[in-house]
């Protein structure tokens, strides 16, 4: 099975920036990808997709502020985070979209607070 690193979360103020990473250990070329994320007492939920071509979807509260992308090396994939606010804090977390989801990894944990 695919093992999935996320990375790049932290500390920043409302307002700024991240990206995060997701490391696996075979391709995504030909799976649609996701980041997911989970607040603390809350369900995880997925927030940006993106499609085997490219294809990328958002849930409404990230539209405009959020980018998902796939790195050059095929095994990568990342999340652009802009104008961050204070309920995007949360563990993210990346997989598999529209298929049986790969173990999940350990997360990053995103915290947007002044």
């Known amino acids: 099975q695919v093992q999935l690193v996320e990375s790049g979360g932290g500390l920043v103020q409302p307002g700024g920036s991240l990206r995060l990473s997701c490391a696996a250990s075979?391709?995504?070329?030909?799976?649609?990808m996701g980041w997911y994320r989970q607040a603390l007492g809350k369900q995880r939920d997925l927030v940006a997709s993106?499609?085997?071509?490219?294809?990328?979807d958002y849930t409404d509260s990230v539209q405009g502020r959020f980018t998902i992308s796939r790195g050059s090396s095929k095994n990568t994939v990342y999340l652009q985070m802009n104008i961050l606010k204070p309920e995007d804090t949360a563990v993210y977390y990346c997989?598999?979209?529209?298929?049986?989801?790969?173990?999940w990894g350990q997360g990053t944990l995103v915290t947007v607070s002044s």
């Open positions: 997989n598999r979209v529209g298929g049986e989801r790969w173990p």
């Open positions: 075979g391709s995504l070329t030909f799976y649609a």
């Open positions: 993106i499609t085997s071509a490219g294809s990328t």
